[in-house]
């Protein structure tokens, strides 16, 4: 059973524009969480991540939101910009493992 | 500096075969780890490594098998391919096991008939 869900597959928005992605995860012994972005044909690389004691970290145009009590936590993308059209992989660190979403896959409109 | 480099880029093998899937690192990370992708799953653990001579068992490890004879090295291998074995393989690296920015390779994409 997956430990951390990203249950929209997909999302698309409009060039400068605000992109917002979700991820919801069941293990409460998880103490960090990160977002990978993924273009096709290359591995993922890291974007940004947050500790299970912050509840905001902000990185530029990108920001991640950490909801604890929910076990919830969303990427902001602002603004939206062509090149952020990629997948998108929310994982969660617990015990020297990641563990990883399924993906949502953003395309911005121009 | 290469980074992490994983060959071949593509493979199709037959049911039963085996091969080893290679990946290195000139980072000297202690930490190495190899996923696989497949549609709707993301990205699950199959083995990783914490440093050489120490391998610990992932998410899905049954049907592969690992060594860390090195820092650099870590090859990943099939022992008797299945069809459910295709699928998209990434070999990542990190500082150490508690470092959460892994640096991934470029993957190789397997197919098994």
């Known amino acids: 059973d997956q430990q951390v869900k990203q249950n929209s597959p997909s999302l698309s928005v409009q060039e400068g524009r605000i992109s917002i992605l979700n991820c919801d995860y069941t293990n409460s012994m998880f103490d960090y969480f990160l977002w990978y972005k993924k273009y096709p044909a290359e591995g993922p690389t890291f974007l940004i991540s947050i500790s299970s004691i912050k509840d905001k970290n902000e990185d530029g145009r990108f920001t991640v939101f950490l909801n604890k009590s929910a076990k919830h936590l969303s990427l902001h993308i602002v603004p939206s910009q062509p090149g952020d059209s990629a997948v998108y992989f929310c994982?969660?660190?617990?015990?020297?493992?990641?563990?990883f979403g399924a993906g949502t896959t953003v395309t911005v409109r121009a | 500096n290469a980074g992490v480099t994983q060959t071949p880029k593509f493979q199709v093998l037959k049911t039963g075969q085996s091969m080893t899937l290679q990946c290195a690192q000139d980072m000297n990370h202690e930490y190495m780890s190899w996923y696989r992708q497949d549609p709707g799953m993301g990205l699950r653990l199959i083995h990783y490594s914490v440093g050489a001579g120490i391998t610990d068992q992932g998410e899905v490890p049954n049907g592969y098998n690992v060594s860390r004879s090195t820092t650099e090295d870590f090859p990943l291998r099939l022992l008797s391919a299945a069809p459910s074995q295709t699928s998209v393989y990434f070999c990542?690296?990190?500082?150490?096991?508690?470092?959460?920015?892994?640096?991934f390779g470029p993957g190789t994409r397997l197919t098994v008939t």
């Open positions: 994982a969660a660190m617990g015990d020297y493992k990641l563990s």
């Open positions: 990542a690296s990190s500082t150490s096991g508690n470092s959460y920015e892994q640096y």
